[in-house]
C-alpha cells in the first residue's frame, strides 16, 4: 500500500483542519485567578518540560504580564529554536485551572469536591496516614509513581528512606522496550547521529511529530543533504509524509521484515564480518534462528513484498556503515516489543554502524572523554547521596519472574499495581503516591485502574493540574512548573561532555512548590529528616560541582556547557581531529589508528549480544529474538494503534490553554474501503468497541491508514480531572487497551482489536 503526498495533504490535511484543529471556550476548573508575573525580566537559562526531551531553553517575564521563551543559544545543537509545545509553556503558568494551593478530598474518588488545606495540615496528615499503612502493612505496601526525568529522584529517595522498593516511572507505557533491548544485548543504550546519516530506516518512530528539536532539525538537514529514509508505518505520519518511501507495513509485522533484512545481509554475504567477528557473540546462533525467516515468509506476516524488503536490505548496506536502523520507541507496541528492538539493535551491529559518522555511538560523559584525551578537558560531576539509608527486605510487587530483572531496575511494571491491589500477592498495596504521573491516560486497562484507585486507603498526587488521575486522589500538592524552580545540573552528554541546568524563571504562583521541596519537607514530618541533608537546591548544585565555584557560575550563567569536540571512536576523520586537538590521546591509539580497541559494552561478555545467555537463562527460549506471532486482534475486528502528534505530549499537555485550542480533538483515521463499507463519512460520529470498552469518536476517512486498521492521536478524552476542550473530546485509549504485559521488558500492549460502527 502507497500514498503521493498530494493525497496525504488532501485526505489529511483539509480533514484534520475541520476536526483535529479549532477554538473553543474551555470549562476550567478556576482554582485562583490570574496573578501579575514577577520574576527575572533578562534572558534566563534553563530546560524545557513540555515533553521528556528537556531541550535547553532561554525565557524572561515581559511586563509582568507574560513570558518569553526560545531555544538556548549557548548550546549550538539548539540554537534560538524551540517547538510548538515548548513555547506554549507560558500558557500553563498563570492559567486559572492550575493547582495552586494544597486541597483535600471532600466527596467520592473522581467526583471533584475539593478543600483547601494549610501545607501543615496536607504534610500531617499525608504523614499520620503513611506511617499508619506501614505500621499495618509495611514500607513496601506504599507504591511510588513519577513521571521519568530529573524530579522522580527525589520522589524515590523518599520512597527508600520510608522503606518501600515499589518504585515506578513512565517506562513500562512508553520507553522500556528500547531500553531493555540495549541493556540485554550492550548493557546499555546508544544515541544516533542523525546529522551525518546517509540512509536511515525507521519502524514508527516519527520525529516530526513526536518533535525532538535537536534531532527533528538534524533529520531534516540529513535529508537536505542527500539521505534516504524509508518509513514502516501502518499510517502515513508526517514522518512517513516526508520520507523517499512510505510502507504500510501490518500493525505487529516489524519483526518478520527485521528479520528477513538481517536474514538478506547474511545470505548474501554483505554485513561487515570484521564488526561482528570483533565486537560481537553469538552470530552463529542468530544465524541458525534467522534461517528460515526469507523475505517471501516475511511478506505473509507483515504485507511488505520480498522483493522490496531485499532491495532496502541491499540499498542500506551498500550505504553502510553510514546508516541508522532507527530504534527510537513507538513503533506498534505489541508483545513482539523487546525482540523487535533486539533485532533492530542486530542489525546495526551487522551493518558496522556502531562509532561510525551517521549511524550510532556510545555517549561520551567526562570520565571517558579526559581518559581518552590523556588530559582534564571536562569536568566531572559528584553525585548526592545518603549515608546508610533503611536496607530493603522486601521484593518489588514486580518481581514476579526473573525475566523482569531488567524493568525491575529500570523503572518498574507500573502496571503491576492493578494486580497487586487486586490480588494482595506477592502481598498487599495499600497506598499510592505519584508525582506529576498520569496513569489512567497512560496505563492501558483504565476499567481496571479506576478500580485498583478506588480500592486503595491511600491516594496522593502531586501536580500542576488536576489531571484525570489527580482527581482520584485524597490529597493534592500544588507542583512548580519547570519555569518556577531550580534543579540539579543535568549530564547531557553526547558526542563529547556537556551539562545543563533548569533555573527559576518567574516566582511561583501562588502556595506552589517544587516536588523536590515537597518530599524532602514530607520526609521531615515523617520523621525521616535525616534522609534530607541538604539546605536547598543550590547546596546540591554546589555539591554536584565538587565546590567549584567557577564552574558553578558558569552553569548558571550560560546554562548549557559543552566541552571538548565531538569523537567517534571509530570514524578517522573524527578520531584524527582528536588528536589534534589533544596530542596526549595519541598514545592510546589502537593499531589501525583510531579508538577502535576502546569501543566496549557492559554486557556480561563485554560485547554485543545478538544471542544472549543470560537471558535464555531467565526466559527460556529468549536467547535469541523470535517472532512469536502474538494475537493483536479477533477475527472481523480492526487493528487499533495510536501515536504522537506535534503539539501534544501523550496525556501530559491537553490541560495547557494553547495546545489544547491548537487540538483538541483526535478524530479516528478510517480507510475509505472501510469507511464506505460501514456507510461512514467524515465528521460522523463513530464507536470504537471490544470486550475492554466503548468510545466514541469523530470519523476521519484518510487513505493515509491501511484498511484494516484505525489510529488515532492519544491523550485525549478524559473522564474526570479538569476540563478542557482537549481533555473532554475524543477517544480516551486506554478504554480500549486490554491490561497486558509484554514477556520480559514488561511493557503495555498499545495494540488491540476493536469493532467499528456509525454512531
Known sequence: MSINRRDFIKGVGVGCAGYAIGSFAPGALALQPPEMLNGKSSLTPSLCEMCSFRCPIEAQVINNKTVFIQGNTHAEHQGSRVCARGGSGVSLINDPARIVQPMKRKGPRGAGEWEVITWEQAYREIAEKLNGIKQSFGAESVAFSSKSGSLSSHLFHLASAFGSPNTFTHASTCPAGKAIAAQVMMGGDLAMDIGNTRYMLAFGHNLYEGIEVADTHEMMMAQENGAKVVSFDPRLSVFSSKADEWHAIRPGGDLPVLQAMCHVLIE?????????????????????????????????????????????????????????????????????????????????????????????????????????????????????????????????????????????????????????????????????????????????????????????????????????????????????????????????????????????????????????????????????????????????????????????????????????????????????????????????????????????????????????????????????????????????????????????????????????????????????????????????????????????????VTPAVRPDTLFVYMGFGAKAGAKTAATTHGVHCGNLLPHETSPVCGTNVHTAGVQLSRG
Open 268 to 700: 548474501e554475504d554483505l554485513y561487515d564480518k570484521a564488526f561482528v567477528q570483533r565486537y560481537t557473540v553469538g552470530f552463529e546462533q542468530l544465524s541458525a534462528s534467522l534461517k528460515e525467516t526469507t523475505p517471501e515468509w516475511a511478506e505473509k506476516h507483515s504485507d511488505i513484498s520480498a522483493e522490496v524488503i531485499r532491495r532496502i536490505a541491499r540499498e542500506i548496506a551498500a550505504a553502510a556503515p553510514h546508516v541508522i536502523v532507527n530504534p527510537g520507541h513507538r513503533a506498534t507496541y505489541n508483545k513482539e516489543e523487546l525482540d523487535m528492538r533486539r533485532m533492530i539493535f542486530t542489525m546495526n551491529a551487522l551493518l558496522g554502524s556502531i562509532e561510525r559518522s551517521g549511524g550510532m555511538y556510545q555517549k561520551k560523559g567526562a570520565d571517558k572523554y579526559n581518559k581518552l584525551a590523556g588530559e582534564a578537558v571536562a569536568p566531572s560531576l559528584a553525585k548526592p547521596g545518603v549515608k546508610d539509608m533503611p536496607k530493603i527486605t522486601a521484593k518489588r510487587i514486580d518481581a514476579t519472574r526473573p525475566e523482569f530483572k531488567y524493568i525491575n531496575k529500570s523503572g518498574g511494571i507500573v502496571q503491576s499495581i492493578i494486580d497487586a491491589v487486586e490480588t494482595e500477592k506477592p502481598y498487599a498495596v495499600k497506598a499510592w503516591v505519584m508525582s506529576r504521573h498520569n496513569p489512567l491516560q497512560t496505563v492501558t486497562g483504565r476499567p481496571e485502574l479506576v478500580k485498583t484507585l478506588e480500592k486503595l486507603e491511600l491516594v496522593v498526587s502531586c501536580d500542576v493540574y488536576l489531571s484525570e488521575s489527580a482527581a482520584y486522589a485524597d490529597y493534592l500538592l500544588p507542583e512548580c512548573t519547570y519555569l518556577e524552580r531550580d534543579e540539579e545540573i543535568s549530564d547531557v552528554s553526547g558526542l563529547n561532555p556537556a551539562y545543563a541546568v533548569r533555573q527559576q524563571v518567574v516566582t511561583p504562583i501562588g502556595n506552589a512548590r517544587p516536588s523536590w521541596q515537597i518530599w524532602q519537607e514530607l520526609g521531615g514530618v515523617l520523621g525521616l529528616e535525616k534522609f534530607f541533608p541538604w539546605k536547598d537546591m543550590a547546596t546540591r548544585q554546589l555539591f554536584q560541582a565538587k565546590g567549584d565555584e567557577a564552574f558553578y557560575k558558569k552553569i548558571r550563567q550560560t546554562g548549557y556547557l559543552s566541552y571538548g569536540i565531538p569523537l567517534l571512536l571509530r570514524e578517522p576523520e573524527s578520531v584524527n581531529a582528536f588528536i589534534r586537538a589533544y596530542p596526549k590521546a595519541a598514545a592510546g591509539l589502537s593499531a589501525d589508528g583510531t579508538f577502535s580497541d576502546e569501543l566496549k559494552f557492559k554486557s556480561p561478555s563485554g560485547l554485543i549480544e545478538l544471542y544472549s545467555e543470560t537471558l535464555e537463562g531467565l526466559a527460556a527460549g529468549f536467547g535469541a529474538p523470535l517472532y512469536r506471532q502474538f494475537p493483536l486482534k479477533e477475527e472481523g475486528e480492526l487493528y487499533f494503534i495510536q501515536g504522537k502528534v506535534a503539539v501534544h505530549t501523550n496525556g501530559a499537555t491537553q490541560y495547557v490553554p494553547m495546545l489544547s485550542e491548537l487540538m483538541w480533538d483526535n478524530p479516528v483515521w478510517i480507510h475509505p474501503e472501510t469507511a464506505k463499507s460501514k456507510g461512514i463519512k467524515t465528521g460522523d460520529e463513530v464507536w470504537l468497541s471490544n470486550a475492554v470498552g466503548k468510545e466514541k469518536g469523530t470519523a476521519l
